[in-house]
């Protein structure tokens, strides 16, 4: 970006510059030799960092900017596959909270997601009377798909 900058500076001075002595000289056949030489002195510095320019990591640039631009897509999809999981994750917890409640158990829920952001097992803790933890087994089976065998409960 320092050098865009620099290049910039560069042309606009040279072509104040050029004005500059444009304008020093009257009209006529002296004033048409300056203008020519304003107008190379010009197109040289325009022109001059390209003819000093290394433009063989132009050659490369296509390959990286598709190999960055896969590498991108690649994290952007696992950003919103781990959204994805995180809201379906704590959507699951909401709701098996919220049956236990209506079933007069107070208990914390850990929900665990698989790779395709399906539920697949579910950690239950705290004191459930054995009817509550009954029926949220079935709740968590019937309803969430969550296999009796995948439901973990401690306390």
């Known amino acids: 970006m320092e050098a865009l900058r620099q290049y910039v500076i560069t042309v606009v001075a040279a072509a ?12 006529g056949t002296g004033k048409q030799v300056v203008k020519l030489i304003c107008g190379l002195f010009l197109a040289y510095t325009v022109l001059s960092p390209f003819s000093r320019g290394d433009f063989s990591e132009l050659t490369d640039f296509p390959v990286r900017y598709e190999t960055d631009a896969s590498e991108a897509a690649a994290a ?15 959507e699951t917890e909401a709701y ?4 236990a409640e209506s079933l007069r158990a107070e208990v914390t829920v850990e929900v ?22 009954r ?13 009796k065998e995948n439901q973990q409960w401690t306390g």
């Open 135 to 147: 029926q949220l087994q079935t709740i968590i089976e019937s309803e969430l798909g969550i296999a």
């Open 16 to 27: 104040m510059l050029c004005g500059i002595v444009t304008g020093l000289f009257p009209s």
């Open 76 to 90: 952007g999809e696992k950003l919103a596959r781990d959204s994805v999981a995180e809201i379906i994750k704590s």
């Open 112 to 133: 665990s997601v698989n790779e395709e952001n399906v539920p697949d097992s579910v950690t239950i803790s705290g004191a459930v009377s054995p009817y509550a933890r």
């Open 96 to 99: 098996i909270l919220d049956k």
